[in-house]
């Protein structure tokens, strides 16, 4: 019998995208401007609240670099960034020339340690190199602790970006991710609890960020009838087809995570009685996760196996699952980089796995992941 592949998350199409695609042909807005983009853009604002502004971009890795840019961020200076992410969160602050500084996660979420972030801020300061921003993720959908990172943000003066890349639909305390940071970015990749097919934006409650970023994004093209630039500018504005594709999502993005907890919920169920098995969950109710991937940590000592031990018994039945993020500490292009922390990304990256998430997974591939698991246990 031929079983067909099982993936970590792909994407899923709600059917009403093709209606805006259709549209924007219908109309030869084509470009990367038009009515999709900037209703996009109005649909993420009124869904995010909090006074938001966006910019619909190519990327959130666009979206990021944009933001240092914003923050001033320029060769030589240092940006402090959470260790255990994508590469994405740390390659924009290497394209400004400047540092990154890596700091370590803490038990609970998975996400910069609060602790070990004002040990990196103090040591820098005293070693005259106060870093120009913050870069903190919300790994996995999980939120991080943001009134502790919020509050030391404001207290050494110094800019939060926030990464939300993974998080759109996730809150903390009521409020949704994407909010919290001077800066925030989102991503629209194909594998995202939405997609645009690739696509991204900046999100800021100050309205002249949002203006510099299509600005910039438009190859900083100055008011003038010929093209004159007085400075350096990016391609890094959405298309009015993707941004179609995006305006269809945003339609089912609440039932998109709905469907992605009880995704979290199934594998809650499964491993319950699982000695050495820690479902990846919020740690009380002031968090909301999307649970974009749901995540699993083992104690091969309890377990009895460890989790590349479970990775290839899951791909021998054709069943993606991967390992959680290599921090970008032990990155061999970052390995010169400082590093404040107690490695503690570094026992998750070792000890944890991802599972099949989609919002699209079948009841006849849930069993098959059931059966899977049960014969590898």
């Known amino acids: 019998m031929n079983k067909g ?27 990367p401007l038009g009515p999709n983009v900037t209703g996009f853009e109005n649909d993420l604002e009124t869904y995010l609240g909090e006074a938001s502004r966006v910019a619909a971009l ?19 200076d240092e940006v402090i960034c959470q260790s255990f992410t994508f590469s994405a969160s740390a390659n924009p602050i290497v394209y400004q020339g400047a540092t990154p500084v890596f700091v370590d996660s803490e038990e609970e979420t998975w996400n910069m340690s609060p602790t070990h972030l004002e040990t990196a801020i103090k040591d820098r300061i ?43 639909g ?12 001077d800066l925030a970015i989102l991503s629209f990749n194909g594998n995202k609890i939405i997609t645009t097919s690739g696509g991204g934006a900046l999100v800021s409650k ?34 009015n087809i993707c941004a179609g594709i995006g305006r269809g999502q945003m339609e089912v993005l609440s039932e998109r995570v709905t469907l992605r907890r009880a995704m979290h919920e199934f594998y809650t169920e499964i491993f319950r009685n699982t000695p050495g098995v820690e479902v990846f969950s919020e740690p009380n109710s002031d968090y909301f996760s999307n649970h974009w991937l749901s995540c699993i940590r083992i104690d091969p000592e309890k377990a009895k196996f460890t989790s590349e031990e479970m990775r290839l018994a899951l791909e021998s039945e054709n069943i993606e699952s991967r390992p959680l993020w290599k921090p970008m500490h032990l990155q061999p292009v970052f390995k010169s980089a400082p590093y404040y922390g107690q490695n503690i990304a570094e026992k998750l990256f070792y000890h944890g796995l991802c599972l099949p998430s989609g919002s699209n997974i079948e009841p006849a591939e849930k069993e098959r992941i059931i059966s899977a698991v049960a014969q590898f246990l």
């Not at 944009?66 to 030589?76: F, P």
């Open 126 to 168: 005293s070693k005259g190199k106060k870093p120009k921003a913050i870069i903190a993720v919300h790994l996995y959908g999980m939120p991080f602790k943001a009134n502790e990172i919020r509050e030391l943000s404001n207290k050494y003066d110094i800019p939060l970006i926030e990464d939300a890349a993974e998080s759109l």
């Open 206 to 239: 100050n309205i002249e960020y949002k203006e510099k970023a299509i600005f910039l994004s438009t190859q900083a093209r100055d008011k003038a009838p010929h093209y004159q630039h007085s400075e350096i500018g990016y391609n890094y504005r959405l298309s």
């Open 58 to 76: 190519s990327s959130g890795t666009a979206a990021l670099h944009l933001a240092l840019i914003l923050c001033g961020v320029e060769r030589g």
């Open 170 to 181: 996730s809150s903390y305390k009521g409020q949704k991710c994407g909010t919290f940071g």
């Open 5 to 31: 592949r099982i993936y970590l998350s792909s994407p899923h199409m709600g059917g009403k995208e093709q209606e805006y695609v259709r549209e924007a042909f219908d109309t030869n807005w084509v470009a």
